[in-house]
């Protein structure tokens, strides 16, 4: 019986299997010595912040350190340094800081719109045209505006011509240098519109004191009314009346023609929007809407397809002198 036992427990060892089963207790492993850190997420708009901050600050000590500065090598590197930021993302920066300083600082405002590229940096630059008090820098953004990838900037000139006064001269002059030829199809309908006038013209008078008993209007007519300044006309209806039984009493000599203002509707020309197609095209058609569309029409199927303009039905306008 020992020796049974004994070559059992021979066996068991040696095959290392235990007569029981016992849970294996756990051993405590030692911490490792370097924990993987946590990786933080960065909202993409929290990032673009940090981006414009960033862009702030540089553009600021441009300004300060450089810009501002009385040596005039300073200010030409500076300039460089500036000219060198091209992130859509800068925009919001340079209006801010180069916008409200002089006409060297603004003019630098719109070298620095151009080469970047969005929507908001042409649009900024439309804004440039139609508001800034200097010639020079406005000339500057139409420059920028022109070489500029986004065609986005051309749609707040186009609004301007609904107006009137410096913003529409502006924009007029603007579109016909930075337009194509879609540009020039959207201004045709331009070329003449409807203006609030007032005019002045003789109307007669009845004589106090003379009345009808009935009367009945009818129209004897029209007449022209001419508009201050020329260039454009209205007509307006001349209306008879035919009394049925007149009465008279007090003073006929009181009746007579009498100069009176009035409100009306003039179509008037537009030479700021026939100048800025004369440039777009080099082709001049003058007021003839009809004219124009249709060498537009056929421009534009040329120009889709890959073919030359069609020839001119009216005399080009001359290139200039170089």
């Not at 020992?2 to 235990?18: E, H, K, P, Q």
């Not at 540009?183 to 005019?199: G, K």
Request: neutral net charge; contains cysteine.
């Amino acid at each position: 019986m020992i020796r049974t036992i004994l070559a059992v427990s021979s066996i068991l060892l040696l095959t290392g299997t235990t007569l029981w089963a016992a849970d294996p207790v756990p051993v405590a492993q030692p911490p490792s010595a370097v924990q993987p850190a946590a990786t933080a997420t960065v909202s993409p708009e929290l990032e673009a912040g940090r981006q414009r901050l960033a862009i702030a600050r540089q553009l600021q000590e441009i300004s300060t350190k450089y810009l501002g500065s009385l040596d005039e090598a300073m200010r030409k590197e500076g300039r460089a340094k500036a000219l060198e930021i091209r992130d859509p993302l800068a925009v919001d920066s340079i209006i801010r800081i180069l916008g409200p300083g002089n006409e060297d600082m603004r003019t630098l405002e719109c070298e620095m719109l151009g080469p970047i590229p969005g929507t908001q940096a042409s649009a900024a630059l439309a804004k440039i045209i139609l508001t800034d008090a200097s010639e020079p820098v406005r000339l500057i953004a139409i420059r920028s505006l022109k070489m500029h990838a986004d065609k986005g900037g051309i749609q707040p000139l186009i609004n301007a011509l609904r107006g009137s006064g410096d913003p529409y001269l502006r924009a007029a002059y603007a579109l016909g240098d930075v337009g194509d030829l879609q540009v020039a199809s959207d201004l045709v309908s331009r070329l003449r519109r409807l203006e609030p006038r007032t005019v002045q013209e003789y109307v007669m008078k009845q004589p106090s004191g003379f009345f009808s008993g009935t009367i009945t209007p009818y129209v004897a007519g029209g007449h022209v009314v001419a508009a201050p300044g020329g260039g454009a006309v209205a007509y307006a209806p001349d209306v008879g009346y035919t009394s049925n039984g007149v009465g008279m009493g007090g003073n006929p000599s009181s009746g007579g023609p009498v100069l009176e203002k009035r409100d009306v509707l003039i179509l008037t020309e537009q030479p700021a929007i026939l100048e800025a197609m004369k440039k777009i095209t080099g082709q001049d058609f003058g007021y003839d809407v009809v004219k124009w569309r249709t060498w537009l029409g056929k421009a534009l199927a040329a120009q889709k397809s890959g073919q030359p303009l069609p020839p001119a039905t009216a005399t080009p306008i001359p290139a200039p002198a170089k």
